[in-house]
Nanobody, 123 residues
Framework: QVQLVESGGGLVQAGGSLRLSCAAS????????MGWFRQAPGKAREFVAA????????YYADFVKGRFTISRDNAKNTVYLQMNSLKSEDTAVYYC????????????????WGQGTQVTVSS
């Protein structure tokens, strides 16, 4: 089992940047594929980005391609989401998730979830 704690959220102006971090503890971090999801008020949770166990494969939702970058540091048990050119519609609670498969992509049912971190983009 793995425990996930997100950080790095906050308030930023449109066009700005934030970097989210998700620290994992418990079982070996490199055993898990990782993903980021988000949920805006009144909306369903949606996939944002995913990275494979070793970091070699990534996958993004169309609406973040070219703006967001997912990466991981297995030595630090951490996955990151670098968010650039933020828009007001990026406002949401962002969740990291871990899955026991080598790569989970946009599959909605990851095995483990963090508590989320709020990102608010002001226009």
């Amino acid at each position: 089992q793995v425990q996930l704690v997100e950080s790095g959220g906050g308030l930023v102006q449109a066009g700005g940047s934030l970097r989210l971090s998700c620290a994992a503890s418990g079982r070996t971090f490199s055993s898990y594929a990782m993903g980021w999801f988000r949920q805006a008020p009144g909306k369903a949770r949606e996939f944002v980005a995913a990275v494979s166990r070793g970091g070699g494969n990534t996958y993004y939702a169309d609406f973040v391609k070219g703006r967001f970058t997912i990466s991981r540091d297995n030595a630090k048990n951490t996955v990151y989401l670098q968010m650039n050119s933020l828009k007001s519609e990026d406002t949401a609670v962002y969740y990291c998730a871990a899955d026991e498969r080598p790569f989970a992509g946009d599959y909605p049912e990851y095995n483990y979830w963090g508590q989320g971190t709020q990102v608010t983009v002001s226009s």
